[in-house]
């Protein structure tokens, strides 16, 4: 992992905490799996997200997904170029 993609992947955390008051967050950066990928040639990451928040309480799966990119809206502009989301509330959640 690249000290940008360790950048990033802290960068996800954070925000999921901050502003999703998420509590549980896994991330995977998986740029390696990319390589040679058009995305890959510019610098943005390809990582994975598992997002546990209460935010997510009343909201179908598309509009959980919205709030996640919303949320790293200016990451996607760079530093991440694919992310796959699997946000969850906790009433859903099981390990």
Not at 13 to 26: G, I, P, Q, S
Not at 27 to 49: C, N, Q, R, S, Y
Not at 68 to 73: A, E, K, P
């Amino acid at each position: 992992m690249t000290a940008r993609s360790q950048a990033t992947k802290a960068t996800i955390e954070r925000k999921m905490k901050d502003d999703l008051a998420a509590v549980r967050v896994e991330v995977e950066d998986e740029t390696w799996k990319h390589a040679g990928h058009a995305g890959a040639a510019t610098g943005g990451g390809h990582f994975t997200v598992l997002v546990v928040s209460p935010r997510f309480e009343g909201l179908n799966p598309l509009d959980r997904r919205r709030l996640v990119f919303s949320v790293l809206q200016s990451e996607m502009q760079g530093e991440i170029h694919a992310l796959t989301v699997r946000a969850v509330p906790p009433s859903e959640w099981t390990p």
